[in-house]
């Protein structure tokens, strides 16, 4: 299954807010849908494929990096659903998101296909590269790569950096400080029914 590339307002209406996504509010649905859907039961198998589309969308992965992350998380030790939080939180242009250099994770992806960042001052164009504590993140030395960054940090203010991460405003720096804790992640999601969806598939 291809990344998705279609009206965002749509998804968002359906499961709600992915600031991933887009920065976009949902507008509620009228009371006469609401009427007429409150007597369905809904079952357990539509709670937990929409949490998995939830993660999904918000990072924008295809179904099957989602499934890859989900496989690579049972394999680690710890909470599965934490950990696999933690490695979707760590990737690069997630990282970027979260410093405000860009508005949406689409957009940060963008960027680093179109080699606008350095890592360690080495040029990296993977948007799925897993950032670890040390790694300083930094704009190519080209006026179009510096004014788009500085574009996008003065339209959309990010309400407040993870604390993982550090930003320098001036010199365009991000820092990775630590790994993401579970705790500190700021994405309402039950990610152990994303789990439960794939329980037959890993």
Same mark, same amino acid.
């Given at each position: 299954?291809?990344?998705?590339?279609?009206?965002?307002?749509?998804?968002? $209406? $359906?499961?709600?807010?992915?600031?991933?996504?887009?920065? $976009?509010?949902?507008?509620?649905?009228?009371?006469?849908? *609401?009427?007429?859907?409150? !007597?369905?039961?809904?079952?357990?198998?539509?709670?937990?494929?929409? /949490?998995?589309?939830?993660?999904?969308? @918000?990072?924008?992965?295809? %179904?099957?990096?989602?499934?890859?992350?989900?496989?690579?998380?049972?394999?680690?030790?710890?909470?599965?659903?934490? +950990?696999?939080?933690?490695?979707?939180?760590?990737?690069? *242009?997630?990282?970027?998101?979260?410093?405000?250099?860009?508005?949406?994770?689409?957009?940060?992806?963008?960027? +680093?296909? @179109?080699? @606008?960042? #350095?890592?360690?001052?080495?040029?990296?164009?993977?948007?799925?590269?897993?950032?670890?504590?040390?790694?300083?993140?930094?704009?190519?030395?080209? /006026?179009?790569?510096?004014?788009?960054?500085?574009?996008?940090?003065?339209? #959309?203010?990010?309400? %407040?950096?993870?604390? @993982?991460?550090? #930003?320098?405003?001036?010199?365009?720096?991000?820092?990775? !400080?630590?790994?993401?804790?579970?705790?500190?992640? *700021?994405?309402?999601?039950? /990610?152990?029914?994303?789990?439960?969806?794939?329980?037959?598939?890993?």
């Amino acid at each position: 299954m291809s990344r998705y590339r279609g009206p965002r307002v749509k998804i968002i $209406r $359906r499961l709600g807010s992915l600031p991933g996504l887009t920065g $976009r509010a949902s507008k509620p649905k009228s009371s006469y849908i *609401d009427r007429s859907t409150s !007597n369905k039961k809904i079952s357990q198998y539509r709670i937990r494929l929409e /949490e998995k589309q939830k993660l999904r969308f @918000h990072y924008g992965l295809t %179904e099957r990096q989602l499934l890859k992350y989900v496989r690579i998380a049972r394999k680690t030790k710890g909470s599965t659903g934490q +950990v696999l939080l933690q490695l979707l939180e760590m990737r690069l *242009d997630n990282t970027i998101f979260c410093l405000g250099m860009a508005p949406t994770i689409p957009s940060a992806r963008q960027l +680093v296909n @179109h080699r @606008h960042i #350095f890592i360690n001052n080495y040029t990296v164009n993977v948007p799925s590269y897993n950032c670890e504590p040390g790694d300083i993140i930094t704009i190519k030395n080209k /006026e179009k790569s510096q004014l788009i960054i500085t574009k996008n940090i003065n339209s #959309f203010q990010k309400l %407040e950096i993870p604390n @993982h991460l550090n #930003f320098n405003s001036i010199k365009l720096q991000g820092f990775v !400080n630590q790994t993401i804790r579970s705790e500190s992640i *700021d994405l309402k999601i039950n /990610e152990l029914l994303v789990v439960e969806y794939y329980s037959r598939q890993v």
